[in-house]
């Protein structure tokens, strides 16, 4: 009897018509909307960047992306982003981890402080590492007589970097680690399950899409940031230059060919960047449908 009612009610639900609260209408005026901006706002500005840089032909495009300053730009940004987010990722992982699972006094301070890049101007954070670090600075004349030099060297941009991709991580991390609680660490340890072995089985499997992510956002950002750097680096051709900041030069120098082909440098960075998202997205969906093939 009770089968027979089950059966019934799926019955009537599959043939019930699907509640519709706009007009068809709406959505594809949104969908328009929506691409339309994407085209202006995106793709357009996109497209602009190649368009320059191939303007006076391949080989002024070659010369320009293979001059010296150029690849020591180049190099210089990889490496920033090299150290800037693992060191970001350790620290937005522990963060959330923090302020997701434990309760502790601070624990509001902790957050706000870790918001703050997002309310300070990167330029502000540049002077604050000039004024602490640079030759005038409280702690200059002590690292001058030691030899050490933090700003215009790559100490300095890696500090300015770090301070403004500090928030992506652990912005994307917080938020989804505090909805998922904490029932399957406590299960995982009510078994028998040391700490690292929690972290690993369980709490990064649940985290690692919103963790790509935030690394991703973080990379993004201090390939391409701007004004902390530009403060920091003294500007010194060949030596303290990243990829935003010669292009700066190039463009006030009026070679704007050769601005704008090192410009599409940074965009391929990006777009590379998402591929190898995208790539990792699709063999995790592809290891997980056979798995579930062979457990069925």
């Not at 043939?15 to 706002?41: C, D, M, N, Q, S």
């Not at 030596?239 to 463009?251: D, F, G, M, R, S």
């Amino acid at each position: 009897m009770a089968g027979a009612v089950t059966a019934h009610l799926s019955d009537e639900a599959s043939v019930r018509p699907k509640h519709i609260t706009e007009p068809p209408f709406v959505k594809w005026l949104l969908i328009v909307i929506a691409l339309l901006f994407l085209g202006l706002v995106v793709m357009l500005p996109l497209v602009s960047v190649f368009v320059e840089a191939f303007k006076k032909g391949f080989e002024v495009y070659t010369a320009a992306i293979t001059d010296p300053d150029a690849l020591s730009a180049l190099r210089l940004t990889l490496l920033v982003a090299v150290i800037a987010v693992p060191l970001n990722t350790l620290f937005g992982v522990a963060a959330a981890w923090a302020i997701s699972k434990f309760r502790f006094k601070g624990k509001n301070i902790l957050i706000t402080l870790i918001d703050l890049p997002f309310a300070v101007s990167p330029v502000i954070a540049g002077m604050i590492y000039i004024l602490m670090f640079g030759a005038q600075g409280f702690l200059g004349p002590w690292l001058d007589e030691r030899g050490i030099q933090i700003v215009f060297a790559l100490p300095g941009i890696v500090l300015a970097t770090v301070f403004v991709t500090v928030p992506f991580v652990a912005r994307e991390l917080i938020p989804l680690m505090q909805a998922q609680g904490v029932q399957e660490e406590e299960a995982a340890a009510s078994l028998g399950a040391k700490g690292w072995q929690i972290f690993w089985r369980v709490t990064v499997p649940n985290i690692k899409w919103g963790l790509l992510y935030g690394v991703i956002l973080s990379n993004a950002r201090a390939m391409g940031e701007f004004g902390a750097v530009s403060v920091v680096s003294g500007h010194i051709r060949g030596e303290t230059n990243t990829l935003p900041l010669h292009i700066e030069i190039l463009y006030n120098e009026y070679q704007f060919s050769a601005s704008f082909a090192v410009a599409s440098l940074l965009v391929l960075l990006a777009v590379i960047t998402l591929l190898a998202k995208a790539l990792f997205e699709w063999k995790t969906s592809q290891r997980k449908s056979s798995d579930r093939a062979e457990n069925e």
